[in-house]
T-cell receptor, first 112, second 110 residues
Framework: DAGVIQSPRHEVTEMGQEVTLRCKPISGHDYLFWYRQTMMRGLELLIYFNNNVPIDDSGMPEDRFSAKMPNASFSTLKIQPSEPRDSAVYFC??????????FGPGTRLTVT | SQQGEEDPQALSIQEGENATMNCSYKTSINNLQWYRQNSGRGLVHLILIRSNEREKHSGRLRVTLDTSKKSSSLLITASRAADTASYFCATGRNTGKLIFGQGTTLQVKP
C-alpha cells in the first residue's frame, strides 16, 4: 500500500492567490482528516470526513478555507484568498473505523 | 483547546537510557494514542491504549493509562539515536476525532 498521498509537497504562493492541497487516503479507510501544524499552535484538526461526508468543520479557521471529498479516494483543501498567516504544514490522515490514523507526508505551504 | 498536554516539553538523554514522557488530559476518553514525528515528516502511530486498559507494550515501548488521574505515560527503554523525534499523545472519543497535545521533543545523544 502506498500510504496516504499528498500533493504538492511544497507550495510557495503570493498573498491573495488561491491554494489547493490534495489528498488520496488509504484505500478502504472511511475517515479522512485535515490538520494544520505550526510552531505556535501545534497540530490542529481543521475538518474531518466520514464516508465522504463532512462531520466536523469547527476547526476551519474562517470562510477562506474550504474542503471537499467528492469520492472515497480524493479530498481537497482550498484556501482562497491565501494570507501569510496560513503558512504552515498541512497534513492529511486517514483511518478505518476509529483506529490509528495514518498520516501523509504533509504539504509545506509558504504564503509571501 | 488542547486536550492532551505533554510533559516535559523537551528531553535530552544518552543512548541506552530510558525516556519517559507524560500526557494529561481533561475530559473522558475512549482511547489514547501516541505518535512519533521525525523532523519534516508526517506523524507515525506508535501505540493505542483503550480506556479500559491500564498498560500496553510494544517492543521497547510501554504505555500506561490512569483514567482516574486522566494521565498517561510513554516509556521508551534502551533508547537509540534513531528515537530522536517529537512524541505526541492524542485522545479519542467515539466520534473518531483525535485531539493532539503539543508534544515532547526527545533528543537521544549517541
Amino acid at each position: 500500500d502506498a500510504g496516504v498521498i499528498q500533493s504538492p509537497r511544497h507550495e510557495v504562493t503570493e498573498m491573495g492567490q488561491e491554494v489547493t492541497l490534495r489528498c488520496k487516503p488509504i484505500s478502504g479507510h472511511d475517515y479522512l482528516f485535515w490538520y494544520r501544524q505550526t510552531m505556535m499552535r501545534g497540530l490542529e484538526l481543521l475538518i474531518y470526513f466520514n464516508n465522504n461526508v463532512p462531520i466536523d468543520d469547527s476547526g476551519m479557521p474562517e470562510d477562506r478555507f474550504s474542503a471537499k471529498m467528492p469520492n472515497a479516494s480524493f479530498s481537497t483543501l482550498k484556501i482562497q484568498p491565501s494570507e501569510p498567516r496560513d503558512s504552515a504544514v498541512y497534513f492529511c490522515a486517514s483511518t478505518r473505523e476509529l483506529g490509528e490514523q495514518y498520516f501523509g507526508p504533509g504539504t509545506r505551504l509558504t504564503v509571501t | 483547546s488542547q486536550q492532551g498536554e505533554e510533559d516535559p516539553q523537551a528531553l535530552s538523554i544518552q543512548e541506552g537510557e530510558n525516556a519517559t514522557m507524560n500526557c494529561s488530559y481533561k475530559t473522558s476518553i475512549n482511547n489514547l494514542q501516541w505518535y512519533r514525528q521525525n523532523s519534516g515528516r508526517g506523524l507515525v502511530h506508535l501505540i493505542l491504549i483503550r480506556s479500559n486498559e491500564r498498560e500496553k507494550h510494544s517492543g521497547r515501548l510501554r504505555v500506561t493509562l490512569d483514567t482516574s488521574k486522566k494521565s498517561s505515560s510513554l516509556l521508551i527503554t534502551a533508547s537509540r539515536a534513531a528515537d530522536t523525534a517529537s512524541y505526541f499523545c492524542a485522545t479519542g472519543r467515539n466520534t473518531g476525532k483525535l485531539i493532539f497535545g503539543q508534544g515532547t521533543t526527545l533528543q537521544v545523544k549517541p
